[in-house]
């Protein structure tokens, strides 16, 4: 038991890291909305820290836990969050050198509907989405799965409202276009 919570914590820790740098120390051109889109992110997203040291360190005493569930559910967990890493970068590499930490509309900047993209707007936040709620379940108490993914997902949604503003804004009825074939982050239901 005390492995999985280990294993939980430190890949907790290194992808928290890991998304603070590419969140705080983005390119500095944005869209006008986007510094206030970024702050949000990083202020949910340092929620991890505290939920992680409340469910790791009270173990199988802390409120909310489920352990009729374990180890499945941390296995689960950790596969869900496998599954968000894994699409994460297909999306990263996809876009390329268009990706970017901010949302900015760069020189010579093209509307991919490619690859993962055919399917969803915005795999990079389903990723995203997908890791935080494999942690949650690999840390097996739902109260901390609650946590994380509820104000997660609110910086999310507002971080989309403000690229669907610029690509709109940029790429006009072809953006419009591709709105209507794909969803955000659920192929065919989201």
């Given at each position: 038991?005390?492995?999985?919570y280990?294993?939980?914590?430190?890949?907790?820790?290194?992808?928290?890291?890991?998304?603070?740098?590419?969140?705080?120390?983005?390119?500095?051109?944005?869209?006008?909305?986007?510094r206030?889109?970024?702050?949000?992110?990083?202020?949910?997203?340092?929620?991890?820290?505290?939920?992680?040291?409340?469910?790791?360190?009270?173990?199988?005493?802390?409120?909310?836990?489920?352990?009729?569930?374990?180890?499945?559910?941390?296995?689960?967990?950790?596969?869900v969050?496998?599954?968000?890493?894994?699409?994460?970068?297909?999306?990263?590499?996809?876009?390329?050198?268009?990706?970017?930490?901010?949302?900015?509309?760069k020189?010579?900047?093209k509307?991919?509907?490619?690859s993962?993209?055919?399917?969803?707007?915005?795999?990079?936040?389903?990723?995203?989405?997908?890791e935080?709620?494999g942690?949650?379940?690999?840390?097996?108490?739902?109260?901390?799965?609650?946590?994380?993914?509820?104000p997660?997902?609110?910086s999310l949604?507002?971080?989309?409202?403000?690229?669907?503003?610029?690509?709109?804004?940029?790429?006009?009825?072809?953006?419009?276009?591709?709105?209507?074939?794909?969803?955000?982050?659920?192929?065919?239901?989201?």
């Amino acid at each position: 038991m005390e492995s999985i919570y280990y294993a939980v914590k430190v890949v907790a820790l290194l992808w928290v890291l890991m998304v603070a740098f590419i969140v705080i120390f983005g390119a500095n051109q944005s869209v006008e909305k986007d510094r206030s889109s970024r702050i949000f992110m990083a202020i949910t997203l340092s929620t991890v820290l505290p939920i992680l040291r409340y469910s790791v360190d009270a173990g199988w005493t802390a409120p909310g836990t489920f352990p009729w569930a374990f180890p499945a559910v941390s296995y689960i967990g950790f596969f869900v969050f496998s599954l968000g890493v894994l699409i994460n970068w297909t999306g990263i590499l996809t876009l390329n050198k268009q990706w970017s930490a901010v949302v900015v509309i760069k020189k010579d900047h093209k509307l991919i509907d490619s690859s993962i993209y055919l399917y969803i707007r915005h795999p990079i936040y389903a990723a995203i989405l997908l890791e935080i709620l494999g942690l949650g379940l690999a840390l097996g108490n739902w109260i901390a799965l609650l946590a994380l993914l509820i104000p997660n997902a609110a910086s999310l949604a507002y971080r989309i409202y403000v690229e669907e503003d610029a690509l709109a804004k940029h790429f006009g009825d072809a953006y419009a276009n591709y709105a209507r074939k794909t969803k955000r982050l659920i192929p065919g239901i989201l």
